[in-house]
């Protein structure tokens, strides 16, 4: 085990560098702050704007894909960039990722304004490829922010920012939804005697915002990373990109189509076949995209599933929120937006501050099962709800939910960070992020399914050969905000009650999950994190930036990822 853990280091340690100023550590982070909001907000900002924009470029039977091409390219982009980073340095792939990003964005705002293109199609259809290539710079932001955190920073002191990091992604997760909804109805203006419709905007706000942080990296940041080059893994890269994307399309397809369709069956298949090939290429290439010998280090691998598990549960329930809460508790749209600022509030309030225990401590574990054991109580209090339930009744309850969130939102690629040797801190950042929104993706579409399936069951008993279309229910819940009745009248109660059923054995399935995640954290090790000191500075040639073991015995321990 000990050979499988080191084979990939390399040996030479990378080239000397200079410590970064103080002022260019705080500006970088600032710039990454604006970046990482940013990424995060754009998975969720056009959520809200949904309705008109189907009702400008017609497109309902593809309003889906507006989100999940986003979501397909950042996330199946996320490993090649951060392998990227470790072989060329951080700075030059923020750069290249801020650039992809800041022109994705632009021809999103453009989409549909020429009319139908050759090639590109129609409206529709041009912001579903325009949203994949802002996708690919999100996925550059993502990761990069996260893994320049582990270049700045010695592993003790990570927790302050990521805890900061993960209060962001909070913040963005549930106020992206808000801003949508008021750029839609407040922002269109006229400008040069040409109209501009108000969701254009949440496309157009990126760019002043992204140029600022460009600037700022492009002029304070550091080099980062183990610049230097080295051998790209294209075929790794090809592989990765096909397993991933066909899972995500058949994960995507299954809840429309059914899971049973032959489309969706095939791309499974092709998801499998893909990944196996991935797998064989990762062991035998000398500079892999995914490092198979991370999941030899105990901390890592145990780390990243819990994560992974953690993820499904978070985006399962989250995700279904809005609906369960206009559609079943028979909130208004714009209140159900608002009922979920408190679990944002409980998310930042615990992320920060598990992040600062951590920086002053140096113990995350209890944090961890903590976190675990507040999300499971939140789950288990959201499914007392009735009927009846008050907006008081749903505010303290997210907020316990919220609190149980928070600090899975960092501590989790803190360890991952620390117990990854230095130069594959890019890595072993990326691998954590990937498998966290691959968990996500798939909590989602396993939740979606068992609501499609109860709520079909419901609807079958009283319109036999009825069919249920989730874009459909999630599309009339958007549209509430704007016609003040979110289903066909005389059918609100039914409908209600149909959801509530459902969502109750989502929220089953979550407890379930989250109990697995319980007993994932109780086997990540206590590994102990270097802190402020004379060493710290050093840390950037040092391989193995968790502990500095001083014998052979000590660095067999690094491997497991046990404290010395």
């Known amino acids: 085990m000990d050979a499988a853990a080191t ?50 470029l017609n497109g309902l039977e593809l309003y889906a894909w507006v989100t999940t091409s986003y979501l397909l390219t950042s996330t199946v982009m996320v490993p090649i960039w951060g392998k990227l980073g470790d072989l060329y340095g951080r700075k030059l792939i923020l750069l290249i990722g801020i650039a992809i990003f800041i022109g994705g964005s632009a021809l999103c705002g453009l989409a549909g304004e020429f009319g139908e293109l050759p090639v590109l199609g129609d409206g529709m259809m041009q912001l579903i ?51 949508g909804g008021y750029f839609t109805d407040n ?31 492009w002029f304070k940041m550091p080099n980062l990373g183990h610049t230097g080059g080295g051998k790209i893994d294209w075929f790794g890269g ?38 196996a090939v991935f797998i064989w290429i990762e062991s035998k290439v000398p500079e892999p995209i995914l490092p198979l010998a991370l999941f030899s280090i105990r901390a890592f691998s145990t780390s990243t599933i819990a994560s992974f598990v953690i993820a499904m549960a978070f985006m399962g329930t989250v995700i279904y929120m809005p609906l369960y809460l206009q559609l079943g508790l028979g909130f208004q749209a714009t209140n159900s937006g608002l009922l979920l600022l408190p679990l944002m509030a409980g998310l930042i309030i615990a992320a920060t501050l598990s992040g600062r225990l951590v920086t002053n401590t140096g113990k995350y574990k209890g944090l961890m099962l903590g976190g675990a054991v507040l999300q499971f109580i939140g789950i288990l209090l959201m499914s007392q709800l009735g009927p009846d339930a008050q907006e008081w009744d749903v505010i303290w309850r997210l907020f316990v939910l919220g609190v149980g969130l928070g600090p899975s939102q960092s501590l989790f690629n803190m360890v991952s960070q620390s117990a990854a040797p230095m130069r594959q801190i890019g890595v072993a950042t990326s691998t954590t992020m990937f498998l966290r929104q691959c968990g996500g993706m ?82 990540i090790p206590v590994i102990t994190l270097r802190g402020r000191g004379p060493g710290a500075a050093g840390a950037a040639a040092d391989l193995s930036p968790t502990i500095a073991p001083t014998d052979a015995a000590g660095a067999k321990a690094v491997r497991r990822g046990e404290a010395v």
């Not at 990482?36 to 969720?44: R, V």
């Not at 990761?143 to 700045?152: E, K, P, S, V, Y």
């Not at 599309?475 to 704007?482: D, G, H, N, P």
Request: charge should be negative; aromatic fraction near 10%.
């Open 442 to 523: 798939i909590g989602v579409s396993i939740f979606g399914a068992l609501l499609l399936a109860h709520i079909s069951d419901s609807i079958g008993k009283l319109m036999p050969g009825a069919k249920v279309d989730l874009g459909e229910m999630q599309r009339m819940a958007l549209m509430a905000s704007e016609t003040g009745a979110p289903v066909p009248a005389g059918m609100q109660e039914f409908i209600a009650k149909a959801i509530s059923d459902a969502m109750s054995y989502i929220f089953m399935g979550s407890l379930l999950i989250v109990a697995v995640a319980f007993v994932a954290i109780l086997f």
């Open 187 to 217: 922002g269109t203006t006229t400008i040069a005697g040409m109209e501009i419709a108000g969701w254009r905007w949440c496309f157009y706000i990126n760019l002043p915002t992204s140029l600022i942080a460009l600037a700022m990296i």
């Open 7 to 56: 084979h990939d280091l390399p040996s030479n340690h990378p080239p000397a560098r200079r410590e970064p100023t103080a002022d260019e550590k705080r500006l970088t982070f600032w710039a990454l702050m604006i970046v990482f909001l940013l990424s995060a907000l754009d998975q969720t900002i056009v959520s809200t704007a949904m309705p008109t924009i189907i009702q400008q």
């Open 238 to 275: 090809l592989f990765v990109v096909i397993s991933i994307g066909a899972l995500m399309l058949a994960l995507t397809m299954g809840n429309e189509s059914g899971w049973l369709h032959p489309d969706v069956l095939t791309l499974f298949a092709i998801s499998v076949a893909t990944g």
């Open 129 to 179: 490829i325009f949203r994949g290539i802002q996708g690919i710079g999100g996925g550059a932001l993502f990761t990069t922010a996260f893994a320049t955190i582990g270049d700045l920073f010695p592993p003790r002191e990570r927790g302050k920012y990521a805890g900061m990091f993960g209060a962001v992604f909070g913040l963005a997760s549930v106020v992206g939804p808000i801003v």
